[in-house]
């Protein structure tokens, strides 16, 4: 990951500020070094903390923070889990979601591994007094826009072809959109 994406959006809200941080790659500099400064917290013992906070997860998974400010400068960090689009891609082994999610399916999960990604995603501050199966709902519609269909088994050869398939769809897609952007740079010019 590069050091250009540290923290991909910063939303400030009243004594703090919401942003997404790759684990264990805080750094001090722009743009969640800047902001923090500006909020008058010190840069390098939140960064300190959120790296040792998240030594548990693997570098770069990035993880929702919320970060309040109290009145004498001390902050308090509260790190979710990883979204759940990340979840639900990582366990279905694909690299990105659908372009028409309604046409196209680029993986599948059971409902087992929703079952899973919902029990550790309760534990967030946002689904603690929500009801498992509320959470499972949720998580079947985020992986419908994905494109990621949810099935009762899964045939380990076929879902190898799927996914090879997927693959060569993909390119496709890339090269696509690459003479896209090559045909709107020509327009400009």
């Known amino acids: 990951m590069s050091k250009a994406k540290v923290a991909v959006k ?13 684990a264990q790659m805080a750094m001090p500099g ?18 300190k903390d959120f790296n040792l906070k998240t030594s548990i997860y693997r570098p770069g998974i990035p993880l929702p923070c919320h970060v309040t400010i109290n009145p004498d400068r001390s902050y308090n960090l509260v790190i979710s889990h990883p979204y759940s689009t990340y979840l639900l891609k990582q366990a279905a082994g694909v690299e990105r979601g659908a ?25 967030d501050p946002k689904w603690q007094m929500v009801d498992l199966q509320t959470i499972c709902e949720s998580l ?9 269909r949810v099935v009762d088994h899964i045939d380990p050869e076929e879902y190898k072809v799927l996914l090879d398939n997927q693959r060569e769809v ?11 952007k090559e045909a709107k740079l020509l327009r400009t010019l």
């Open 30 to 47: 722009p743009p969640l070094g800047t902001q923090l400064g500006q909020l008058g917290v010190n840069i390098a013992n939140f960064i």
């Open 140 to 148: 079947i519609d985020d992986a419908y826009t994905c494109g990621i």
């Open 99 to 123: 372009m028409h999610y309604s046409k196209e399916v680029v993986g599948l999960l059971t409902r087992k591994h929703i079952y899973e990604i919902a029990k550790l995603k309760s534990q």
């Open 170 to 180: 993909v390119k496709e897609q890339k090269a696509e959109l690459k003479a896209i």
């Open 10 to 22: 910063i939303s400030h809200f009243k004594q703090g500020l919401f942003t997404h941080i790759p």
